[in-house]
């Protein structure tokens, strides 16, 4: 099995930054994909970030500009730096890890993590 580790997160003011790593353990043979997806009070999950084995990037639409995605392949981790945040950031992220395991090679598998509180308000 894979667990994904989180930790960041908090209580932030508008316009400040906010970081959140993710790391990933088990049996991985490869990691295809991994990344951020938040889920505001009330709202569907959508993707906030995600970057993928050859270091493609693919961010949310509000969060390009503000957020950087960045992942460290041999320790199967990825960062998300969050920059001038505002209210509307507000929600629980998720880290994804899309993957393949040593003992199934060819079939991937996804999970995801517990979730961290991201709060911004003044």
């Known amino acids: 099995q894979v667990q994904l580790v989180e930790s960041g997160g908090g209580l932030v003011q508008p316009g400040g930054s906010l970081g959140l790593s993710c790391a990933a353990s088990g049996s991985i043979f490869s990691i295809n994909a991994m990344g951020w997806y938040r889920q505001p009070p009330g709202k569907e999950r959508e993707l906030v970030a995600v970057?993928?084995?050859?270091?493609?990037?693919n961010y949310g639409n509000s969060m390009k500009g503000r957020f950087t995605i960045s992942r460290d392949n041999g320790k199967n981790t990825v960062h998300l730096q969050m920059d001038n945040l505002k209210p509307e950031d507000t929600a629980v992220y998720y880290c994804?890890?899309?993957?393949?395991?040593?003992?199934?090679?060819?079939?991937?598998?996804?999970?995801w993590g517990q979730g961290t509180q991201v709060t911004v308000s003044s």
């Open positions: 970057i993928l084995n050859g270091g493609l990037t």
């Open positions: 994804r890890a899309d993957y393949e395991l040593w003992t199934n090679l060819g079939k991937q598998r996804t999970t």
